[in-house]
Protein backbone atom coordinates (compact mmCIF):
# COMPACT_ATOMS: atom_id res chain seq x y z
CA UNK A 1 0.00 0.00 0.00
CA UNK A 2 1.63 3.25 -1.19
CA UNK A 3 0.05 6.79 0.31
CA UNK A 4 0.65 8.77 -3.18
CA UNK A 5 0.50 13.02 -3.62
CA UNK A 6 2.72 12.93 -6.55
CA UNK A 7 1.52 16.36 -7.19
CA UNK A 8 3.02 18.37 -4.12
CA UNK A 9 6.97 18.97 -4.03
CA UNK A 10 8.47 19.51 -1.71
CA UNK A 11 11.91 20.85 -1.16
CA UNK A 12 14.37 18.59 0.98
CA UNK A 13 13.56 15.66 -0.40
CA UNK A 14 16.93 13.42 -0.85
CA UNK A 15 19.60 16.16 0.64
CA UNK A 16 20.06 14.38 3.79
CA UNK A 17 21.05 10.98 4.23
CA UNK A 18 19.11 7.69 2.23
CA UNK A 19 15.29 8.90 3.79
CA UNK A 20 13.14 7.26 0.99
CA UNK A 21 10.91 9.88 -0.49
CA UNK A 22 7.93 7.02 -0.70
CA UNK A 23 7.30 3.97 1.19
CA UNK A 24 5.54 0.85 1.22
CA UNK A 25 3.32 -0.02 3.78
CA UNK A 26 1.46 -3.18 5.06
CA UNK A 27 -2.65 -3.41 4.22
CA UNK A 28 -2.66 -5.85 7.57
CA UNK A 29 -4.59 -4.67 10.57
CA UNK A 30 -1.92 -3.58 13.47
CA UNK A 31 -2.18 -6.91 15.21
CA UNK A 32 -1.19 -8.82 11.24
CA UNK A 33 1.17 -6.48 10.98
CA UNK A 34 2.98 -7.80 14.08
CA UNK A 35 1.91 -11.29 13.99
CA UNK A 36 3.61 -11.13 10.86
CA UNK A 37 6.55 -10.26 12.42
CA UNK A 38 6.20 -12.85 15.19
CA UNK A 39 6.25 -15.68 12.68
CA UNK A 40 9.52 -14.62 11.31
CA UNK A 41 11.56 -14.61 14.53
CA UNK A 42 9.50 -16.16 17.32
CA UNK A 43 11.76 -16.82 19.98
CA UNK A 44 13.20 -13.20 20.26
CA UNK A 45 12.00 -11.00 23.24
CA UNK A 46 9.29 -8.78 21.87
CA UNK A 47 8.33 -7.24 25.55
CA UNK A 48 10.08 -7.33 29.02
CA UNK A 49 8.77 -6.54 32.08
CA UNK A 50 10.51 -6.20 35.46
CA UNK A 51 12.48 -8.98 34.58
CA UNK A 52 10.81 -11.07 32.86
CA UNK A 53 11.45 -11.54 28.67
CA UNK A 54 8.38 -12.40 26.70
CA UNK A 55 8.79 -13.63 22.75
CA UNK A 56 6.82 -12.68 20.22
CA UNK A 57 5.16 -16.65 19.81
CA UNK A 58 4.37 -16.05 23.60
CA UNK A 59 3.14 -12.75 23.08
CA UNK A 60 0.77 -13.54 20.22
CA UNK A 61 -0.36 -16.36 21.86
CA UNK A 62 -1.63 -14.14 24.33
CA UNK A 63 -2.76 -11.48 22.22
CA UNK A 64 -5.23 -14.59 20.60
CA UNK A 65 -5.91 -15.93 24.01
CA UNK A 66 -7.49 -11.92 24.72
CA UNK A 67 -9.12 -11.74 21.43
CA UNK A 68 -11.21 -15.11 22.22
CA UNK A 69 -11.73 -14.06 25.58
CA UNK A 70 -13.18 -10.73 24.15
CA UNK A 71 -15.10 -12.27 22.01
CA UNK A 72 -16.48 -14.70 23.92
CA UNK A 73 -17.74 -11.39 26.44
CA UNK A 74 -19.56 -10.49 23.19
CA UNK A 75 -17.49 -7.64 21.85
CA UNK A 76 -17.87 -7.38 17.84
CA UNK A 77 -16.25 -5.72 15.19
CA UNK A 78 -16.27 -1.64 15.46
CA UNK A 79 -17.53 -2.00 19.19
CA UNK A 80 -14.84 0.24 21.25
CA UNK A 81 -13.53 -1.28 24.78
CA UNK A 82 -12.21 1.43 27.64
CA UNK A 83 -8.35 0.07 28.29
CA UNK A 84 -7.27 2.25 31.34
CA UNK A 85 -3.60 0.63 31.74
CA UNK A 86 -0.20 1.66 32.43
CA UNK A 87 3.04 0.08 30.38
CA UNK A 88 2.28 -3.47 31.09
CA UNK A 89 1.76 -6.53 29.45
CA UNK A 90 -1.93 -6.61 29.23
CA UNK A 91 -2.03 -3.82 28.15
CA UNK A 92 -0.80 -4.67 25.03
CA UNK A 93 -2.79 -8.02 24.70
CA UNK A 94 -6.05 -5.95 24.78
CA UNK A 95 -4.62 -3.46 21.90
CA UNK A 96 -4.14 -6.45 19.74
CA UNK A 97 -6.64 -8.73 20.88
CA UNK A 98 -9.47 -6.38 20.00
CA UNK A 99 -8.02 -5.78 17.00
CA UNK A 100 -7.68 -8.91 15.74
CA UNK A 101 -11.69 -9.36 16.15
CA UNK A 102 -12.03 -5.94 14.73
CA UNK A 103 -12.62 -4.05 17.81
CA UNK A 104 -11.15 -0.88 18.84
CA UNK A 105 -9.33 -0.16 22.03
CA UNK A 106 -9.83 3.32 23.57
CA UNK A 107 -6.64 4.05 25.79
CA UNK A 108 -6.61 6.22 28.64
CA UNK A 109 -4.75 7.26 31.70
CA UNK A 110 -5.45 5.12 34.55
CA UNK A 111 -4.57 7.97 37.13
CA UNK A 112 -7.62 9.98 35.43
CA UNK A 113 -9.79 11.68 37.82
CA UNK A 114 -13.45 9.75 38.57
CA UNK A 115 -15.40 12.15 36.27
CA UNK A 116 -13.00 11.87 33.70
CA UNK A 117 -12.92 8.26 33.06
CA UNK A 118 -16.97 8.55 32.91
CA UNK A 119 -16.77 11.63 30.41
CA UNK A 120 -13.86 9.15 28.37
CA UNK A 121 -16.64 6.15 28.51
CA UNK A 122 -19.32 7.90 27.40
CA UNK A 123 -17.51 9.89 24.81
CA UNK A 124 -16.30 6.92 22.84
CA UNK A 125 -19.30 4.78 23.85
CA UNK A 126 -18.17 2.15 25.58
CA UNK A 127 -19.82 -0.56 27.54
CA UNK A 128 -16.37 -2.59 28.66
CA UNK A 129 -13.56 -1.48 30.31
CA UNK A 130 -9.88 -3.20 31.70
CA UNK A 131 -8.34 -1.81 34.24
CA UNK A 132 -5.47 -2.79 37.33
CA UNK A 133 -6.70 -3.86 40.64
CA UNK A 134 -5.15 -0.78 42.12
CA UNK A 135 -7.75 1.26 39.99
CA UNK A 136 -10.74 -0.83 40.85
CA UNK A 137 -11.99 1.48 43.74
CA UNK A 138 -12.08 4.58 41.26
CA UNK A 139 -13.60 2.49 39.07
CA UNK A 140 -16.59 1.78 41.35
CA UNK A 141 -17.20 5.41 42.30
CA UNK A 142 -16.80 5.55 38.11
CA UNK A 143 -19.84 2.81 38.22
CA UNK A 144 -21.91 5.71 40.46
CA UNK A 145 -21.74 8.15 37.63
CA UNK A 146 -21.84 6.35 34.41
CA UNK A 147 -22.72 2.15 33.78
CA UNK A 148 -20.77 -0.45 32.97
CA UNK A 149 -21.40 -3.58 31.31
CA UNK A 150 -18.48 -5.43 32.34
CA UNK A 151 -15.14 -4.40 34.37
CA UNK A 152 -12.43 -6.39 33.89
CA UNK A 153 -9.74 -6.37 36.61
CA UNK A 154 -6.12 -7.36 36.10
CA UNK A 155 -3.07 -7.71 38.36
CA UNK A 156 0.74 -6.68 37.76
CA UNK A 157 1.47 -10.11 39.62
CA UNK A 158 0.15 -11.95 36.91
CA UNK A 159 2.72 -10.95 34.33
CA UNK A 160 5.80 -10.99 37.08
CA UNK A 161 8.11 -13.79 37.62
CA UNK A 162 8.70 -15.86 40.53
CA UNK A 163 9.11 -14.55 43.21
CA UNK A 164 8.65 -11.29 42.23
CA UNK A 165 4.92 -12.20 41.79
CA UNK A 166 4.89 -13.46 45.52
CA UNK A 167 6.44 -10.10 46.66
CA UNK A 168 4.18 -8.12 44.30
CA UNK A 169 1.07 -10.23 46.25
CA UNK A 170 1.96 -9.87 49.65
CA UNK A 171 3.95 -6.44 49.89
CA UNK A 172 1.45 -4.33 47.52
CA UNK A 173 -1.75 -6.28 45.96
CA UNK A 174 -3.42 -6.92 49.27
CA UNK A 175 -3.58 -3.47 50.24
CA UNK A 176 -5.77 -2.61 47.60
CA UNK A 177 -9.75 -3.36 48.13
CA UNK A 178 -10.72 -6.99 47.53
CA UNK A 179 -12.21 -7.55 44.60
CA UNK A 180 -16.16 -8.43 44.52
CA UNK A 181 -16.85 -10.47 41.43
CA UNK A 182 -20.32 -9.94 40.44
CA UNK A 183 -22.23 -9.88 36.79
CA UNK A 184 -20.52 -7.18 35.87
CA UNK A 185 -17.08 -7.46 37.49
CA UNK A 186 -14.91 -9.98 36.27
CA UNK A 187 -11.10 -11.10 36.91
CA UNK A 188 -8.70 -11.16 34.40
CA UNK A 189 -8.24 -14.46 34.61
CA UNK A 190 -11.33 -15.54 34.85
CA UNK A 191 -11.95 -13.12 31.82
CA UNK A 192 -9.18 -15.37 30.36
CA UNK A 193 -10.62 -18.46 30.98
CA UNK A 194 -14.66 -17.52 29.58
CA UNK A 195 -12.84 -17.29 26.20
CA UNK A 196 -10.95 -21.02 26.20
CA UNK A 197 -13.19 -22.86 25.06
CA UNK A 198 -14.40 -20.48 22.08
CA UNK A 199 -14.17 -22.08 19.85
CA UNK A 200 -16.78 -19.75 16.96
CA UNK A 201 -13.98 -16.42 17.61
CA UNK A 202 -14.59 -14.55 14.53
CA UNK A 203 -11.24 -12.68 12.71
CA UNK A 204 -12.39 -11.01 10.14
CA UNK A 205 -10.40 -8.98 7.16
CA UNK A 206 -10.55 -5.90 8.74
CA UNK A 207 -10.21 -2.60 6.28
CA UNK A 208 -6.79 -1.28 7.61
CA UNK A 209 -8.45 2.77 6.92
CA UNK A 210 -11.02 1.72 9.41
CA UNK A 211 -10.97 2.64 12.83
CA UNK A 212 -8.46 0.93 14.93
CA UNK A 213 -7.70 2.63 18.78
CA UNK A 214 -9.04 6.03 19.76
CA UNK A 215 -6.21 8.32 21.95
CA UNK A 216 -7.79 11.20 23.53
CA UNK A 217 -6.51 14.59 23.00
CA UNK A 218 -7.31 18.90 23.92
CA UNK A 219 -7.50 19.24 19.84
CA UNK A 220 -7.02 22.62 18.24
CA UNK A 221 -9.55 24.42 20.56
CA UNK A 222 -8.29 22.36 23.95
CA UNK A 223 -11.17 20.46 24.79
CA UNK A 224 -11.35 17.10 25.50
CA UNK A 225 -12.17 14.63 22.26
CA UNK A 226 -11.70 11.33 21.29
CA UNK A 227 -9.29 10.53 18.22
CA UNK A 228 -10.42 8.42 15.46
CA UNK A 229 -6.86 6.28 14.33
CA UNK A 230 -6.95 3.56 11.75
CA UNK A 231 -4.71 0.35 11.20
CA UNK A 232 -2.78 2.50 8.40
CA UNK A 233 -2.33 5.79 10.82
CA UNK A 234 0.10 3.39 12.76
CA UNK A 235 1.56 0.98 10.40
CA UNK A 236 2.65 3.85 8.01
CA UNK A 237 4.27 5.45 11.53
CA UNK A 238 6.17 2.76 11.93
CA UNK A 239 7.92 2.32 8.84
CA UNK A 240 8.27 5.88 8.79
CA UNK A 241 9.90 6.03 12.17
CA UNK A 242 12.17 3.32 11.08
CA UNK A 243 13.14 5.02 7.59
CA UNK A 244 14.03 8.20 9.83
CA UNK A 245 15.92 6.23 12.53
CA UNK A 246 18.85 5.53 10.24
CA UNK A 247 19.98 3.10 12.71
CA UNK A 248 18.54 -0.33 12.31
CA UNK A 249 15.72 -0.96 14.54
CA UNK A 250 15.27 -4.32 14.29
CA UNK A 251 16.76 -6.53 17.03
CA UNK A 252 17.37 -3.28 19.20
CA UNK A 253 15.81 -2.57 22.06
CA UNK A 254 13.58 0.47 23.28
CA UNK A 255 12.85 2.02 26.78
CA UNK A 256 9.27 1.87 26.62
CA UNK A 257 8.66 4.57 29.24
CA UNK A 258 6.08 7.01 27.43
CA UNK A 259 2.98 5.76 28.33
CA UNK A 260 0.54 3.46 26.04
CA UNK A 261 -2.06 5.73 26.62
CA UNK A 262 -0.19 8.60 24.31
CA UNK A 263 0.55 8.48 20.83
CA UNK A 264 4.23 8.47 21.20
CA UNK A 265 4.69 5.62 24.09
CA UNK A 266 1.85 3.71 21.78
CA UNK A 267 2.98 4.48 18.26
CA UNK A 268 6.27 4.61 18.88
CA UNK A 269 7.79 2.82 22.04
CA UNK A 270 5.21 -0.21 21.04
CA UNK A 271 3.53 -0.45 17.95
CA UNK A 272 6.85 0.67 16.03
CA UNK A 273 9.22 -1.67 18.09
CA UNK A 274 7.19 -4.37 17.60
CA UNK A 275 6.51 -4.30 14.20
CA UNK A 276 9.91 -3.91 12.59
CA UNK A 277 11.12 -6.94 15.10
CA UNK A 278 12.85 -5.06 18.44
CA UNK A 279 12.18 -5.22 21.87
CA UNK A 280 9.86 -2.97 24.07
CA UNK A 281 11.49 -2.39 27.71
CA UNK A 282 8.16 -2.00 29.35
CA UNK A 283 8.32 0.43 31.83
CA UNK A 284 4.96 0.29 34.46
CA UNK A 285 5.51 3.80 36.54
CA UNK A 286 8.18 6.35 35.87
CA UNK A 287 10.56 7.77 38.52
CA UNK A 288 14.11 8.91 37.45
CA UNK A 289 15.89 6.20 39.67
CA UNK A 290 14.43 3.46 38.47
CA UNK A 291 14.32 5.14 35.19
CA UNK A 292 18.01 5.29 35.54
CA UNK A 293 18.49 1.96 37.06
CA UNK A 294 16.87 0.15 34.18
CA UNK A 295 19.33 1.80 31.83
CA UNK A 296 22.14 0.38 33.18
CA UNK A 297 20.63 -2.78 33.31
CA UNK A 298 19.18 -3.14 29.75
CA UNK A 299 21.85 -1.42 28.21
CA UNK A 300 18.73 -0.27 25.54
CA UNK A 301 19.62 1.11 22.21
CA UNK A 302 16.61 3.37 21.89
CA UNK A 303 15.10 6.03 24.35
CA UNK A 304 12.27 8.80 23.66
CA UNK A 305 10.49 10.86 26.06
CA UNK A 306 9.63 14.72 26.09
CA UNK A 307 11.44 17.14 27.55
CA UNK A 308 11.16 17.44 31.22
CA UNK A 309 12.31 13.36 31.42
CA UNK A 310 15.61 14.62 29.78
CA UNK A 311 15.28 17.73 31.88
CA UNK A 312 15.11 15.87 35.23
CA UNK A 313 17.89 12.93 33.99
CA UNK A 314 20.75 16.11 33.78
CA UNK A 315 19.75 17.08 37.59
CA UNK A 316 20.18 14.16 39.40
CA UNK A 317 23.28 11.63 40.00
CA UNK A 318 21.53 8.66 39.41
CA UNK A 319 23.58 7.97 36.07
CA UNK A 320 26.85 9.29 37.33
CA UNK A 321 29.73 7.09 35.44
CA UNK A 322 27.43 5.08 33.43
CA UNK A 323 28.29 4.08 30.32
CA UNK A 324 25.98 5.40 27.43
CA UNK A 325 27.55 4.27 23.93
CA UNK A 326 24.43 1.29 23.65
CA UNK A 327 22.54 4.00 22.54
CA UNK A 328 21.67 4.37 18.73
CA UNK A 329 18.89 7.05 19.07
CA UNK A 330 17.55 9.69 21.54
CA UNK A 331 14.41 10.96 20.73
CA UNK A 332 12.45 13.72 22.17
CA UNK A 333 8.73 15.12 21.67
CA UNK A 334 5.57 15.80 23.25
CA UNK A 335 6.28 19.62 23.85
CA UNK A 336 8.85 21.60 22.86
CA UNK A 337 12.60 20.87 23.79
CA UNK A 338 14.52 24.75 24.50
CA UNK A 339 17.47 25.42 22.60
CA UNK A 340 19.45 25.24 26.27
CA UNK A 341 18.13 21.90 27.62
CA UNK A 342 19.47 20.40 23.94
CA UNK A 343 22.51 21.83 24.55
CA UNK A 344 22.50 20.43 28.03
CA UNK A 345 21.49 17.09 27.11
CA UNK A 346 23.54 16.41 23.98
CA UNK A 347 26.94 17.36 26.66
CA UNK A 348 25.40 14.81 29.04
CA UNK A 349 25.13 12.36 26.23
CA UNK A 350 28.54 13.62 25.72
CA UNK A 351 30.08 13.43 28.98
CA UNK A 352 28.69 9.42 29.07
CA UNK A 353 30.05 7.88 25.88
CA UNK A 354 27.01 8.41 23.33
CA UNK A 355 28.18 8.90 20.24
CA UNK A 356 24.70 10.27 19.06
CA UNK A 357 22.57 13.52 19.85
CA UNK A 358 19.17 14.09 20.60
CA UNK A 359 17.29 14.90 18.32
CA UNK A 360 13.84 16.33 18.69
CA UNK A 361 10.85 15.78 16.63
CA UNK A 362 7.00 16.85 16.45
CA UNK A 363 3.89 15.79 15.97
CA UNK A 364 0.61 15.80 16.90
CA UNK A 365 -2.18 12.89 18.67
CA UNK A 366 -4.05 13.56 15.14
CA UNK A 367 -1.85 12.04 13.13
CA UNK A 368 -0.44 9.33 16.30
CA UNK A 369 2.68 10.95 17.15
CA UNK A 370 5.30 12.22 15.15
CA UNK A 371 5.30 13.67 11.41
CA UNK A 372 8.51 15.52 11.74
CA UNK A 373 12.11 14.85 13.05
CA UNK A 374 15.70 16.35 13.15
CA UNK A 375 18.13 14.92 10.20
CA UNK A 376 20.80 12.48 12.01
CA UNK A 377 23.66 14.48 10.20
CA UNK A 378 22.31 17.94 9.52
CA UNK A 379 20.86 20.17 12.78
CA UNK A 380 19.40 23.53 12.71
CA UNK A 381 18.95 25.53 15.61
CA UNK A 382 15.31 25.92 16.80
CA UNK A 383 14.33 23.46 14.51
CA UNK A 384 11.98 20.53 14.76
CA UNK A 385 13.57 18.93 11.49
CA UNK A 386 12.37 17.84 7.96
CA UNK A 387 8.51 15.89 7.49
CA UNK A 388 8.82 11.96 7.30
CA UNK A 389 8.02 10.63 3.60
CA UNK A 390 5.28 10.55 2.22
CA UNK A 391 4.00 13.51 5.01
CA UNK A 392 3.88 17.00 3.57
CA UNK A 393 3.96 20.53 5.37
CA UNK A 394 2.28 24.03 4.62
CA UNK A 395 2.63 26.98 6.49
CA UNK A 396 -0.82 28.93 5.85
CA UNK A 397 -1.88 32.01 7.14
CA UNK A 398 -3.97 31.25 10.64
CA UNK A 399 -7.57 30.64 10.13
CA UNK A 400 -7.08 30.37 6.28
CA UNK A 401 -6.10 27.51 3.78
CA UNK A 402 -3.47 30.37 2.14
CA UNK A 403 -0.11 29.09 2.60
CA UNK A 404 2.49 32.20 3.05
CA UNK A 405 6.50 32.15 1.59
CA UNK A 406 8.99 30.54 3.20
CA UNK A 407 10.42 32.39 6.82
CA UNK A 408 6.87 33.73 7.27
CA UNK A 409 5.43 32.28 10.13
CA UNK A 410 1.55 30.79 10.43
CA UNK A 411 0.19 27.57 11.16
CA UNK A 412 1.35 24.28 10.66
CA UNK A 413 -0.88 22.20 8.23
CA UNK A 414 0.40 18.86 7.48
CA UNK A 415 -1.40 15.54 5.38
CA UNK A 416 0.17 12.07 5.26
CA UNK A 417 -0.91 8.73 5.92
CA UNK A 418 -0.64 9.04 9.61
CA UNK A 419 -3.05 11.88 9.64
CA UNK A 420 -6.20 11.06 12.04
CA UNK A 421 -9.75 9.87 10.78
CA UNK A 422 -11.54 12.38 12.90
CA UNK A 423 -12.86 13.30 16.24
CA UNK A 424 -15.72 11.01 17.71
CA UNK A 425 -19.35 13.29 17.50
CA UNK A 426 -17.57 16.77 16.84
CA UNK A 427 -18.33 17.20 13.47
CA UNK A 428 -17.66 21.16 13.77
CA UNK A 429 -14.41 20.61 14.76
CA UNK A 430 -13.26 18.26 12.49
CA UNK A 431 -14.49 20.52 9.49
CA UNK A 432 -12.24 23.03 11.32
CA UNK A 433 -9.11 20.45 12.17
CA UNK A 434 -9.40 18.92 8.35
CA UNK A 435 -9.88 21.05 5.51
CA UNK A 436 -9.33 20.77 1.77
CA UNK A 437 -6.74 23.46 0.19
CA UNK A 438 -6.19 24.21 -3.29
CA UNK A 439 -4.66 21.17 -4.43
CA UNK A 440 -7.80 19.08 -3.59
CA UNK A 441 -6.12 16.87 -0.57
CA UNK A 442 -7.20 17.31 2.89
CA UNK A 443 -5.02 18.75 5.50
CA UNK A 444 -4.61 19.00 9.40
CA UNK A 445 -4.64 22.42 11.01
CA UNK A 446 -2.88 21.60 14.01
CA UNK A 447 -3.51 25.08 15.82
CA UNK A 448 -0.04 25.20 15.78
CA UNK A 449 2.70 28.38 14.73
CA UNK A 450 5.68 27.49 12.85
CA UNK A 451 7.48 28.80 9.78
CA UNK A 452 9.62 26.35 7.15
CA UNK A 453 12.81 27.82 5.69
CA UNK A 454 14.22 27.49 2.14
CA UNK A 455 15.47 24.13 2.53
CA UNK A 456 12.07 22.57 4.27
CA UNK A 457 13.50 22.44 7.70
CA UNK A 458 9.91 23.36 9.93
CA UNK A 459 10.29 25.60 13.27
CA UNK A 460 8.05 25.47 15.94
CA UNK A 461 6.71 28.21 17.71
CA UNK A 462 3.99 27.12 19.94
CA UNK A 463 0.27 26.96 20.20
CA UNK A 464 -1.12 29.92 18.29
CA UNK A 465 -3.82 29.87 21.54
CA UNK A 466 -0.80 30.61 23.94
CA UNK A 467 0.14 33.30 22.25
CA UNK A 468 0.65 36.61 24.38
CA UNK A 469 -0.36 40.10 22.81
CA UNK A 470 0.96 42.92 25.17
CA UNK A 471 0.25 46.64 23.57
CA UNK A 472 -0.37 44.92 19.79
CA UNK A 473 3.04 43.00 19.79
CA UNK A 474 3.22 39.36 19.98
CA UNK A 475 5.29 37.27 22.00
CA UNK A 476 5.88 33.75 22.07
CA UNK A 477 6.24 31.96 25.48
CA UNK A 478 8.67 29.13 23.85
CA UNK A 479 11.05 32.13 23.08
CA UNK A 480 11.31 33.80 26.23
CA UNK A 481 11.49 30.35 28.00
CA UNK A 482 14.76 29.89 25.66
CA UNK A 483 16.55 33.16 26.78
CA UNK A 484 15.35 32.55 31.04
CA UNK A 485 16.92 29.25 30.25
CA UNK A 486 20.46 30.42 28.89
CA UNK A 487 21.20 32.03 32.31
CA UNK A 488 23.60 29.47 34.10
CA UNK A 489 21.23 29.44 37.23
CA UNK A 490 18.00 28.76 35.72
CA UNK A 491 17.13 25.31 35.39
CA UNK A 492 13.43 25.44 34.10
CA UNK A 493 11.18 27.94 32.79
CA UNK A 494 7.15 28.82 31.77
CA UNK A 495 6.14 32.14 30.89
CA UNK A 496 2.73 33.61 30.15
CA UNK A 497 0.41 35.71 29.56
CA UNK A 498 -1.50 37.30 32.62
CA UNK A 499 -4.50 40.18 32.08
CA UNK A 500 -3.49 43.74 32.22
CA UNK A 501 -6.12 46.85 31.97
CA UNK A 502 -3.75 48.81 29.66
CA UNK A 503 -1.91 46.44 27.76
CA UNK A 504 -4.63 43.34 27.69
CA UNK A 505 -1.81 40.99 28.81
CA UNK A 506 1.92 41.27 30.33
CA UNK A 507 4.42 38.40 30.56
CA UNK A 508 4.58 36.61 33.63
CA UNK A 509 7.93 34.16 33.86
CA UNK A 510 7.85 31.20 36.47
CA UNK A 511 11.76 30.02 37.05
CA UNK A 512 12.85 27.22 38.99
CA UNK A 513 16.36 27.41 39.62
CA UNK A 514 19.45 25.08 39.52
CA UNK A 515 19.76 22.96 42.24
CA UNK A 516 22.45 24.49 44.09
CA UNK A 517 21.43 27.99 43.23
CA UNK A 518 19.84 30.04 45.95
CA UNK A 519 17.25 32.37 45.80
CA UNK A 520 18.93 35.27 46.67
CA UNK A 521 17.85 38.63 45.51
CA UNK A 522 21.57 39.24 43.53
CA UNK A 523 20.74 35.61 41.76
CA UNK A 524 17.32 37.40 40.28
CA UNK A 525 18.36 40.69 39.97
CA UNK A 526 20.95 38.67 37.39
CA UNK A 527 18.11 36.77 35.98
CA UNK A 528 16.43 39.94 34.82
CA UNK A 529 19.72 41.84 33.58
CA UNK A 530 20.08 38.80 31.71
CA UNK A 531 16.81 39.22 29.82
CA UNK A 532 17.17 43.35 29.39
CA UNK A 533 20.40 42.45 27.28
CA UNK A 534 18.35 39.50 24.88
CA UNK A 535 14.42 40.44 24.98
CA UNK A 536 12.64 43.49 23.59
CA UNK A 537 11.09 45.50 25.61
CA UNK A 538 7.85 44.70 24.60
CA UNK A 539 8.43 40.98 25.39
CA UNK A 540 10.29 41.49 29.16
CA UNK A 541 8.46 39.93 31.70
CA UNK A 542 6.59 42.17 34.04
CA UNK A 543 6.33 39.54 36.55
CA UNK A 544 8.59 37.22 38.05
CA UNK A 545 7.33 34.35 40.17
CA UNK A 546 10.24 31.67 41.51
CA UNK A 547 9.07 28.07 42.85
CA UNK A 548 10.28 24.91 43.68
CA UNK A 549 9.07 22.95 40.40
CA UNK A 550 6.46 23.50 37.65
CA UNK A 551 3.15 21.52 37.32
CA UNK A 552 3.35 19.10 34.39
CA UNK A 553 0.70 17.06 32.80
CA UNK A 554 -0.07 13.36 33.34
CA UNK A 555 1.77 12.69 30.66
CA UNK A 556 4.73 15.07 31.41
CA UNK A 557 4.52 18.34 29.63
CA UNK A 558 4.84 21.72 31.25
CA UNK A 559 1.17 22.00 32.64
CA UNK A 560 0.90 26.14 31.36
CA UNK A 561 -3.07 26.37 31.72
CA UNK A 562 -2.48 25.50 35.41
CA UNK A 563 -0.32 27.89 35.71
CA UNK A 564 -2.49 30.55 34.13
Known sequence: ???????????????????????????????????????????????????????????????????????????????????????????????????????VASMVHPLSAVAEIAFFLNEANCDIAVTLDQFYAKFLEVKQLRPIGKLIIARV?????????????????????????????????????????????????????????????????????????????????ARQTEAMCHEPVRHGKMLAAMPVFHGFGLGVCIHTVLVCGATAILVPRFNVKSYAKLI????????????????????????????????RGVFSGGD???????????????????????????????????????PYNKEKEGSIGLPYPDTYYQICRPGTVEEVPYGEEGEICLTGPSMML????????????????????????????GMMDEEGFIFFRQRIKRMIVTSGYNVYPSQVENILEGHPAVQRSCVIGVPDPLKMQVVKAFIVLKDGVEDTPQVRASIEEHCRKHIARYAMPRQWEYRDSLPTTLVGKVAYTKLQ
Not at 193 to 211: M, N, Q, R
Not at 306 to 321: H, K, S, W
Open 336 to 374: SLTIELKKKFDQFLADHKATIRVREGYGTTECVTASCLT
Open 157 to 237: SEELPFPLSIGQKLLTERKFPKVVEDGSVLLWKHFIAAGEGAKDTVYPDKDPLTEAVVLFSGGTTGTTKGIMLSDLNFNAL
Open 422 to 449: GYINHEEENAQTLRKHADGHVWLHTGDL
Open 296 to 327: RKTQPNFIAGVPTLFEAITRNRYLDGADLSCL
Open 1 to 103: MRFNLENIKTPWLGSYGDVPFHLEYSDKSMSGAVMEMADSQPDFPALTFMGRSIPYKEMVAEIDRVARAFYALGVRQGQRVLVCLPNVPQAIYCLYGLNRIGA
